[in-house]
C-alpha cells in the first residue's frame, strides 16, 4: 500500500534555479520568435532554404562548391516530413471535415530551428558557466546576458547558419572544459565530435580546435601522461570523433568522396583573397576597415561593457591561473585576431560565435566582487548586476527585433516608387541586396557618372550595396565605384527611407547598418543637380491608397510625394498605417469618414491609446490626435490602427505636415498649439516665409507682439514675390514654375506630385458584355452599345481628393479616324458624388475638332471645380452610335494657388496686424488690402483692415468695406454679427470699431 500512496504523493523536486532558467530560456525564445515571418527574398543567404527543401525530399547531402557545411540544415531538413505529417494528424483529428493541411514553408521552418538554437544556447550557456565551478546566480546572469543580446537575436531572424555556429560553439566550449578537468578517454572522442560538427556548421568554427588544444596542453602540464598517450593516443581519439563528426554533419564527404582538407582550404582561400580598395591611411586601409567595421559592430550589438568585463577576466584567469577558463578564452582570442588580420572582412555575422565566451569570462570579475559580500546577499547583488548589464541590451533587442515585424523599407519604397514616380521615369540601382523595386529598369551599368544623367533617369542608393564602396573609418569612397556613388549624392534627393537610422552619422555611406541586412537606408535621387529647397508650401496632395493593410508612410521630402498617410477599409477589416516623419511629431491630424450607406462602428487604436466611434452615413470625424512613438525603444514611429466593424467603406487620412496642421490650428482658435507646431515648422525651414509668417501670427493672436516682429523682419521682399503669386488673377502657363523657382524645387517633379493617373487596361467582356477590372483606388468598366444607345466607359475613383479645383485630363483615342461621323464623338460627364447623395456634374461634348484630323490619340484637359469634402469623382464617356472613341486614362491634379492664397491670407494679415499695433496704420491698411483681395470674408483680416483704416483716417473707405461685408457674410454669423453692430456705431458716434470676437 505504500507504493500506490507514494506515487500519488510524488512531486517533482525542482529548484528555483531550474524555474528561473526556464523562465529566462523562454524570453529569449519570445525574442527571437518575434516577427519571424518577416518578407522572404531580403537577405542574399536565405536561398538555403532549398538545402532544406533537397534534404526533407530525402537526399543526404546537397552538392555545392561553397556551402559544404550543412550539419544544421541536416537537422531541419530531416526534421521536416515527421513535423508535417504530425500537423496533418493534428489538423485532421482536431479541425473540420475535409480540412486542407496547409504545407509548411521551408523557409519559415528554417528560420524557426534557427530560433530554436538560439534559445537552447541560453541553456547551454548556462551549463558551461557551471563547469567553469561559478555559482547558480552566476549561471543564470550568463544566460540572462545572452537571451538578450542584441546581435544572437536578431540573426536568429534568419536562416544562416551563425546562430548554430554560436550553439556548436557554446557546446564545444563545454566539452573541452569537462575534457581538461576529466581527461578521459570518451572525452577526447566526445571532444573530436563536436569539432567535427562545428567546422560542418560553418567553416570559420573550425578556429575552436585553438581551444581544444589549450585544453589538451593544459592536461600535459598537470598530469605529466606519457609522451605514447599525449602525443599519439589522445589525439588520434579526438581525430576520429572528428572526422565522424565531419561526416555526420556533411555526409558529401563519404558519399561524394568530396576531399575534406581541399574543401577547407578552398573556403580559407575564398575568405582571405584580397578585395581592391585603395589605401589612403591605416583606417582607410583594408585592415583599418575590418577593425572599424568590427568595433561598431560591437558596440551596436554587443556592448562594449561586455568586452571591458572579458578584459577584466582573462587578466583574472591569466593572474590566478585558472586554466579550466583558457580554454573558454582561447576561441574569441583565437577568432577575433587572426580573422581581423588575415581575412578579407569582419561583418556583424561573423562575431555571433565569439558571445557566448565573452559572456563566460566577463561574469569571472563580477563573481570576484560578489565573492567580497556577506553569503546571504550574493544572490541579490548577482540579480543587480544581471538586471544592470541586461537594460540597455534589451533596449537594442528590441529595437531591432521590431524591425523583423515591421514593413521593410525595400517594400515601402516599392510602393512609393510604383507611385510617385513619373510614368516615364527610368530608375537605376545596385545589384547587392537588390531591394526589388518593380519600376527598376536597369543595374548601374557604368562607372561614369555622366550616363545616368537625363531629366527621366531616377538612381537608387541601397546602404546595403554602398557601403561596400566606402572606408569605414572616413566615409570616403575606396574605389571608383564608391567615387559613382559620390557623385549620386550631390543629386536631387527626392524620398529616403530609413526605418532605423536616425543619427545623419548613421546614414553615411560606409557606416555599414546594424542589422546590416534588414531595413537597408533607402535613397532615391532624381538625376539632376540638387536644389535647396528655400520655401515650405503646405501643399494637400493626392491621396495615394496602398492596397496593403499594413504600411509604412515616409513623410520626408514632402514636395516630391503624394499623401500616403491614408487608408481605405472595407469592413469587417483593418487598416494600420505608420508615420514615419523626419522629426517627432507633436500632433496627427485624423480625418475619419464614413463612405457606406449605413452606420458602421470603428476602433482607433494609437500604440497603446485606444478609440471607439460610430459613424452615420456620410459623417465626418476630424480631430487633432497627441501621437505617441511605438513602441518607446523606437523614435519617430507612429502607428494608427482603424478597426472597422460594419460594411464600410470607411477612409482614414492621415495629417502630419506641421505647417499644414499649424493652418488647421489658426483657423480653430487653438493659437497655443499653432505656435508649438509652427515652431517646428520654421525650426525645420528657417529661411521659408510662411512658416514664420504664420508662427508671428499665432503669437500675435496672443498678444505677444514682440517675438512677432522679430520673426517678420526683413521679410518684405519674400512677401512681395508671394504677393505676386497669389494675387496675380491670370492665367499665367508657367505659373507653377514660376512658384517653383521661389520655393527652391523643380516645377516638373513638384507637378508630379500633384498628380494621379487611372491607366484603363485591356479587358474581357463578360457573359452580358460588360467589362470591368478593379484596381485599389479606382474601378473601370466598358459597356458595348446595346438597343440604339451608345457604348460607353467610365472610371470610378474609390479615394476622397481634396476640396480644391482640379485639372483634369483626358487620354483618348480611336482606332480609326476615318470613321469618324460628322456628329460629336461623345460626351463625358465629370461626377462628383457625395457620401449622403449630393452630387456636382460637370458636361464636355467633345468633338471632332476636339481630336483633330486624323489623330488616332489626343490629351484634352478640363478644369474641375472644387467640390465638397469627401466626394468620390467618376468620370464616364458616352458614345453614341457609329463613335469609335475610347478613354484610355485620366489624370487629375490638385490646384495649387488657392492653397498658398488660404496660407497666404494669413501670413499677410500677420505683417498688416503688426504694423498696425506698432503704429504704422497707413502701411498697414495696404498691407491688409491683399488680404481682402484674396478673401474678402476672412474674419482677422476684416477686423484689422478697419481697425487700419479708422486709425489712418480713412472712415469713408472703413464704412465701405463694412457695408460690402455685410452684404457677403451669411445672416445669423459671429462675424456679420460684429460689422452690424460697427455700422451702428459709426453711423451713431463715429467710433472706433469695438474688440472683435473670434
Same mark, same amino acid.
Given at each position: 500500500m505504500d507504493g500506490p500512496r507514494t506515487l500519488i504523493t510524488w512531486r517533482p523536486n525542482i529548484s528555483w534555479a531550474s524555474w528561473a532558467l526556464a523562465a529566462i530560456v523562454a524570453l529569449g525564445l519570445a525574442l527571437r520568435l518575434w516577427g519571424l515571418d518577416w518578407p522572404a527574398g531580403m537577405h542574399p543567404d536565405e536561398w538555403a532554404a532549398d538545402i532544406i527543401a533537397s534534404f526533407a525530399q530525402g537526399h543526404w547531402y546537397y552538392p555545392h562548391?561553397?556551402?559544404?557545411?550543412?550539419?544544421?540544415?541536416?537537422?531541419?531538413?530531416?526534421?521536416?516530413?515527421p513535423v508535417q505529417m504530425l500537423l496533418g494528424k493534428l489538423l485532421v483529428l482536431l479541425g473540420p471535415a475535409y480540412v486542407q493541411v496547409p504545407a509548411i514553408p521551408y523557409l519559415l521552418w528554417g528560420r524557426l530551428w534557427v530560433a530554436i538554437m538560439g534559445a537552447a544556447n541560453v541553456w547551454v550557456l548556462y551549463a558551461l558557466v557551471r563547469s567553469l565551478g561559478l555559482s547558480r546566480a552566476a549561471g543564470l546572469a550568463g544566460a540572462l546576458?545572452?537571451?538578450?543580446?542584441?546581435?544572437?537575436?536578431?540573426?536568429?531572424?534568419?536562416?544562416?547558419?551563425?546562430?548554430?555556429?554560436? +550553439?556548436?560553439?557554446?557546446?564545444?566550449?563545454?566539452?573541452?572544459? %569537462?575534457?581538461?578537468?576529466?581527461?578521459?578517454?570518451?572525452?577526447? $572522442?566526445?571532444?573530436g565530435l563536436a569539432f567535427g560538427l562545428t567546422l560542418t556548421t560553418k567553416a570559420n568554427g573550425g578556429v575552436i580546435l585553438f581551444a581544444f588544444v589549450t585544453a589538451h596542453l593544459a592536461v600535459v602540464w598537470e598530469r605529466r601522461p606519457r609522451w605514447p598517450r599525449w602525443l599519439l593516443g589522445q589525439p588520434a581519439l579526438f581525430a576520429l570523433g572528428g572526422v565522424l563528426g565531419m561526416i555526420a554533419g556533411y555526409p558529401g564527404f563519404l558519399l561524394a568522396k568530396d576531399n575534406p582538407l581541399f574543401k577547407y582550404a578552398e573556403q580559407v582561400h575564398n575568405f582571405t583573397r584580397p578585395h581592391f580598395a585603395e589605401h589612403i591611411s591605416f583606417f582607410n586601409s583594408p585592415l583599418g576597415d575590418r577593425l572599424v567595421w568590427s568595433a561598431h559592430t560591437i558596440g551596436d550589438a554587443i556592448g562594449w561593457e561586455l568586452v571591458a568585463l572579458f578584459a577584466l577576466g582573462l587578466a583574472l584567469v591569466l593572474w590566478r591561473r585558472y586554466r579550466a577558463a583558457w580554454v573558454v578564452a582561447a576561441y574569441p582570442l583565437f577568432y577575433y585576431f587572426p580573422y581581423l588580420f588575415i581575412s578579407h572582412r569582419l561583418a556583424e555575422r561573423d562575431l555571433t560565435s565569439i558571445v557566448p565566451p565573452l559572456i563566460c569570462l566577463a561574469l569571472l570579475p563580477l563573481a570576484w566582487a560578489v565573492g567580497q559580500v556577506p553569503r546571504r546577499g550574493k544572490s541579490a547583488v548577482w540579480a543587480l548586476a544581471a538586471l544592470a548589464l541586461m537594460v540597455h541590451p534589451l533596449g537594442r533587442t528590441v529595437s531591432g527585433a521590431y524591425l523583423f515585424w515591421q514593413e521593410e523599407t525595400r517594400i515601402s519604397a516599392d510602393r512609393w516608387a510604383g507611385a510617385d514616380l513619373p510614368p516615364s521615369a527610368r530608375l537605376f540601382q545596385g545589384g547587392y541586396g537588390v531591394p526589388q523595386v518593380a519600376r527598376s529598369t536597369a543595374f548601374y551599368h557604368s562607372q561614369n557618372l555622366a550616363d545616368y544623367e537625363g531629366q527621366d533617369n531616377f538612381v537608387l542608393i541601397s546602404s546595403s550595396d554602398a557601403d561596400r564602396y566606402f572606408f569605414q573609418w572616413a566615409k570616403i569612397p575606396r574605389n571608383p565605384m564608391g567615387r559613382l556613388l559620390d557623385g549620386f549624392a550631390k543629386w536631387q534627393l527626392v524620398k529616403e527611407f530609413d526605418l532605423g537610422y536616425d543619427q545623419p552619422a548613421d546614414k553615411l555611406p560606409g557606416r555599414f547598418k546594424y542589422p546590416v541586412f534588414v531595413?537597408?537606408?533607402?535613397?532615391?535621387?532624381?538625376?539632376?543637380?540638387?536644389?535647396?529647397?528655400?520655401?515650405?508650401?503646405? $501643399?494637400?496632395?493626392?491621396?495615394?491608397?496602398?492596397?496593403?493593410?499594413?504600411?509604412?508612410?515616409?513623410?520626408?521630402?514632402?514636395?516630391?510625394?503624394?499623401?500616403? #498617410?491614408?487608408?481605405?477599409?472595407r469592413g469587417p477589416g483593418r487598416a494600420v498605417r505608420v508615420l514615419r516623419p523626419p522629426q517627432p511629431l507633436l500632433a496627427v491630424g485624423v480625418v475619419l469618414v464614413n463612405?457606406?450607406?449605413?452606420?458602421?462602428? +470603428?476602433?482607433?487604436?494609437?500604440?497603446?491609446?485606444?478609440?471607439?466611434? %460610430?459613424?452615420?452615413?456620410?459623417?465626418?470625424?476630424?480631430?487633432?490626435?497627441?501621437?505617441?512613438?511605438?513602441?518607446?525603444?523606437?523614435?519617430?514611429?507612429?502607428?494608427?490602427?482603424?478597426?472597422?466593424?460594419?460594411?464600410?467603406?470607411?477612409?482614414?487620412?492621415?495629417?502630419?505636415?506641421?505647417?499644414?496642421?499649424?493652418?488647421?490650428?489658426?483657423?480653430?482658435?487653438?493659437?497655443?498649439?499653432?505656435?508649438?507646431?509652427?515652431?517646428?515648422?520654421?525650426?525645420?525651414?528657417?529661411?521659408? $516665409?510662411?512658416?514664420?509668417?504664420?508662427? #508671428?501670427?499665432?503669437?500675435?493672436?496672443?498678444?505677444?507682439?514682440?517675438?512677432?516682429?522679430?520673426?517678420?523682419?526683413?521679410?518684405?521682399?519674400?512677401?512681395?514675390?508671394?504677393?505676386?503669386?497669389?494675387?496675380?488673377s491670370s492665367s499665367d502657363p508657367q505659373w507653377l514654375e514660376h512658384l517653383a523657382d521661389w520655393a527652391g524645387l523643380y516645377p516638373d517633379l513638384l507637378a508630379n506630385s500633384l498628380t494621379r493617373s487611372y491607366p484603363a487596361q485591356a479587358l474581357e467582356p463578360g457573359q452580358d458584355g460588360k467589362a470591368r477590372r478593379e484596381h485599389p483606388s479606382f474601378d473601370f468598366e466598358a459597356w458595348p452599345a446595346k438597343g440604339g444607345k451608345g457604348r460607353g466607359e467610365r472610371f470610378s475613383l474609390k479615394e476622397p481628393w481634396p476640396t480644391w479645383p482640379l485639372s483634369l485630363r483626358l487620354r483618348l483615342s480611336r482606332p480609326d479616324p476615318a470613321q469618324a461621323p460628322a456628329q460629336p464623338l461623345g460626351e463625358l460627364v465629370a461626377t462628383a458624388k457625395g457620401p449622403r447623395g449630393e452630387d456636382l456634374l460637370v458636361r464636355r461634348e467633345i468633338s471632332p475638332e476636339d481630336l483633330g484630323e486624323g489623330t488616332r490619340r489626343r490629351t484634352l484637359e478640363m478644369a474641375l471645380p472644387a467640390a465638397g469634402p469627401d466626394r468620390l469623382w467618376s468620370f464616364e464617356l458616352r458614345c453614341p452610335p457609329g463613335s469609335n472613341l475610347h478613354l484610355d486614362g485620366v489624370e487629375l491634379r490638385v490646384a495649387v494657388r488657392p492653397q498658398l492664397a488660404r496660407l497666404a491670407r494669413w501670413a499677410f494679415w500677420a505683417q498688416g496686424e503688426l504694423m498696425r499695433r506698432q503704429g504704422r496704420p497707413a502701411m498697414a491698411a495696404a498691407m491688409l488690402a491683399w488680404v481682402e483681395r484674396l478673401d474678402p470674408l476672412f474674419a482677422p483680416g476684416l477686423t484689422s483692415q478697419v481697425r487700419a483704416l479708422l486709425a489712418s483716417g480713412q472712415p469713408e473707405a472703413a464704412l465701405s468695406r463694412l457695408k460690402k461685408a455685410q452684404s457677403e457674410l451669411p445672416r445669423g454669423s459671429e462675424p456679420r454679427a460684429w460689422v452690424e453692430g460697427e455700422l451702428k456705431k459709426l453711423a451713431i458716434k463715429g467710433s472706433s470699431p469695438a474688440p472683435a470676437p473670434r
Open positions: 562548391p561553397v556551402i559544404w557545411h550543412q550539419a544544421f540544415y541536416l537537422v531541419a531538413g530531416f526534421t521536416y516530413i546576458l545572452l537571451a538578450v543580446n542584441p546581435l544572437l537575436v536578431v540573426h536568429s531572424h534568419y536562416l544562416t547558419v551563425d546562430v548554430p555556429l554560436a +550553439l556548436a560553439v557554446t557546446l564545444g566550449l563545454w566539452a573541452g572544459v %569537462r575534457l581538461y578537468q576529466d581527461p578521459r578517454w570518451w572525452r577526447y $572522442l566526445v571532444a531595413d537597408p537606408y533607402l535613397r532615391f535621387y532624381a538625376a539632376r543637380p540638387s536644389l535647396e529647397q528655400t520655401q515650405s508650401l503646405g $501643399l494637400e496632395r493626392p491621396p495615394s491608397i496602398a492596397p496593403a493593410p499594413y504600411a509604412v508612410v515616409y513623410t520626408n521630402h514632402r514636395a516630391y510625394s503624394a499623401d500616403g #498617410a491614408t487608408a481605405l477599409v463612405l457606406g450607406g449605413k452606420p458602421v462602428s +470603428l476602433k482607433l487604436e494609437q500604440g497603446p491609446r485606444k478609440q471607439r466611434l %460610430r459613424l452615420e452615413p456620410g459623417q465626418r470625424e476630424v480631430f487633432t490626435d497627441r501621437p505617441l512613438s511605438w513602441p518607446p525603444p523606437v523614435e519617430r514611429v507612429y502607428p494608427y490602427t482603424l478597426w472597422v466593424e460594419g460594411p464600410g467603406p470607411v477612409v482614414l487620412r492621415l495629417l502630419g505636415d506641421p505647417l499644414g496642421l499649424g493652418l488647421r490650428c489658426l483657423e480653430q482658435g487653438r493659437w497655443e498649439l499653432a505656435e508649438r507646431l509652427l515652431e517646428q515648422a520654421h525650426a525645420a525651414r528657417p529661411a521659408a $516665409l510662411l512658416p514664420r509668417a504664420l508662427l #508671428a501670427a499665432a503669437l500675435l493672436e496672443q498678444g505677444r507682439v514682440q517675438p512677432a516682429g522679430l520673426l517678420l523682419e526683413g521679410q518684405a521682399p519674400a512677401q512681395e514675390r508671394l504677393a505676386a503669386l497669389v494675387l496675380d
